[in-house]
């Protein structure tokens, strides 16, 4: 198993719910969203939906960038429509108008988004998905954590929070994963600069959210 200095915390079991009416972001709320409608997106996300060749990754994009709207107005008041999604330079969206951050990420169809007052990253990753998982973490992790890695749960819950604290940066994975530690106790630490981590699960799925400070997670709602 990992060596406790390279462990991104403890990982729980989530469970989703709905969310009561006039919910309040505090914390950090994370959101399964199974659904959105397409209208909601602009003509440039319906562009890009266009490029993916599965259907299944189609239906998670329209379903993440159509459901960030619609959750948005929920702590906003702007109506989902009136949500301005733009795109910083390295990629990572935003709301232009709205003082509320947001993270999404999807894998086999299964469409998560994190949200918070602060900078908040998040990702999910399936099981099964990366088959030779032990050469991937030769490739692109520290030789330590490599080293380390005993099976598919090891690589996930690493693989997942440093991909978590890549998106929280903006930088994605092309920002390195191999500048992105996970540490003790749900620490880390990004190119110098401190980071909070929480893992999870989700039936196959191994998922993190990352924050630049110390966080909660004080919701897990679906729509």
Do not use: C
Not at 17 to 25: I, T
Not at 40 to 51: F, G, I, M, P, Q
Not at 61 to 73: L, Q
Not at 75 to 90: A, E, F, K
């Amino acid at each position: 198993m990992l060596d406790f200095a390279m462990s991104p915390g403890s990982t729980e079991e989530a469970v989703f719910s709905e969310a009561p009416e006039g919910v309040m972001l505090g914390g950090v709320h994370v959101w399964r969203i199974r659904q959105g409608d397409p209208q909601l997106l602009s003509d440039s996300e319906r562009a890009h939906a266009e490029v993916f060749r599965s259907m299944e990754a189609r239906a998670a994009y329209v379903a993440g960038r159509a459901g960030v709207r619609e959750i948005g107005a929920r702590y906003t008041g702007i109506p989902p429509r009136g949500l301005d999604v733009q795109v910083g330079p390295t990629g990572k969206p935003f709301f232009a108008n709205a003082g509320v951050d947001f993270n999404v990420s999807h894998s086999g169809g299964v469409v998560v988004a994190a949200f918070s007052v602060k900078p908040v990253g998040v990702d999910i990753e399936r099981r099964g998905r990366r088959g030779d998982f032990l050469a991937i973490a030769q490739r692109f992790f520290h030789p330590d954590e490599a080293a380390a890695i005993s099976g598919e749960e090891d690589f996930l819950r690493l693989w997942t929070a440093k991909e978590a604290m890549l998106k929280l940066s903006g930088d994605g994975i092309s920002g390195g994963l191999e500048v992105a530690r996970p540490g003790p106790g749900g620490g880390g630490d990004l190119a110098g600069r401190s980071v909070w981590l929480r893992s999870f699960r989700l039936g196959a799925h191994r998922g993190a959210i990352a924050s630049f400070q110390p966080f909660e997670v004080k919701g897990w709602f679906e729509m």
